[in-house]
């Protein structure tokens, strides 16, 4: 009976000092204006739009005009905490916190992949920003 009970209590120690050990599924979901409080935080406009929150597993983004950068963490989907971005400074700070809150990083091919498809979007908007520049001056020159 002792041993069990040591046991036990092994368990319930092991289990509150390691909580990631026995957390859910950890997901997030970052809601910000694509405009309004991004363009004065450059850090955290290259995190959220450049490759740095993709990188992370179960990190959704939704862009919403006129609201500031917060992460909502959830745990096997219940809402465990929000928090507001704009407090972190640094790259390094957001990157600390994600790991902090249990993100996991993508694998080295998945992160790949997302930045050769933001690569490929980026080319696309040049090319689409040429043709319209393009399309201006011969109406320009028809004039």
Same mark, same amino acid.
């Given at each position: 009976m002792t041993f069990r009970r040591n046991l036990v209590t092994i368990l319930l120690v092991f289990s509150f000092s390691f909580p990631s050990a026995v957390a859910g599924v950890i997901s997030g979901k970052i809601e910000t204006c694509a405009e309004c409080s991004l363009a004065r935080l450059p850090h955290l406009k290259a995190f959220i739009v450049g490759l740095g929150a993709e990188m992370y597993r179960n990190v959704e983004i939704e862009f919403i005009y006129g609201t500031a950068a917060v992460? #909502?963490?959830?745990?096997? @989907?219940? &809402?465990? =905490? +929000?928090?507001?971005?704009?407090?972190?400074? +640094?790259? @390094? =700070?957001?990157?600390?916190?994600?790991? =902090?809150?249990?993100?996991?990083?993508? #694998?080295?091919?998945?992160?790949?992949?997302?930045?050769?498809?933001?690569? &490929?979007e980026e080319h696309q908007k040049i090319l689409q920003q040429m043709r319209e520049r393009r399309e201006k001056a011969n109406k320009s020159d028809e004039l």
């Open positions: 992460l #909502t963490v959830f745990d096997d @989907g219940v &809402e465990v =905490e +929000t928090i507001m971005l704009a407090d972190y400074k +640094t790259r @390094g =700070e957001l990157d600390a916190l994600f790991k =902090e809150k249990g993100f996991k990083l993508k #694998t080295a091919s998945e992160i790949s992949e997302i930045s050769n498809r933001k690569a &490929e």
